[in-house]
């Protein structure tokens, strides 16, 4: 089993900044991407940003220039540094995996249990 442990949520003013970690644990053989996603009241997940082994990112339109995904291999670990926020980021936070448990299994996602972001006055 894998579990992801996310940390970093809470409440910031609008312009204020957050950091988002998420630590993957467990029958790990490799991690091939890790992201995170978010889910606003009666709106769909949404992907915010994702690293793929290699380094490369991807992020949603809204988001680019403000946020940052990184990850430390050796910690299993991926971080969202959130700056310049706005209300509009508000949501439920999630991080996502796409592990491989052996070298021949197929990768399969699992996800953390969500932090919350609320970005208010």
């Known amino acids: 089993q894998v579990q992801l442990v996310e940390s970093g949520g809470g409440l910031v003013q609008p312009g204020g900044s957050l950091r988002l970690s998420c630590a993957a644990s467990?029958?790990?053989?490799?991690?091939?991407?890790m992201g995170w996603y978010r889910q606003a009241p009666d709106k769909q997940r949404e992907l915010v940003a994702r690293?793929?082994?290699?380094?490369?990112?991807n992020y949603t339109d809204s988001v680019k220039g403000r946020f940052t995904i990184s990850r430390d291999n050796a910690k299993n670990t991926v971080y969202l540094q959130m700056n310049s926020l706005k209300p509009e980021d508000t949501a439920v936070y999630y991080c996502?995996?796409?592990?491989?448990?052996?070298?021949?299994?197929?990768?399969?996602?699992?996800w953390g249990q969500g932090t919350q972001v609320t970005v208010s006055s």
């Open positions: 996502n995996a796409a592990v491989k448990i052996t070298r021949w299994a197929p990768g399969r996602n699992y």
């Open positions: 690293i793929i082994s290699g380094g490369s990112t």
């Open positions: 467990g029958s790990i053989f490799s991690i091939v991407a």
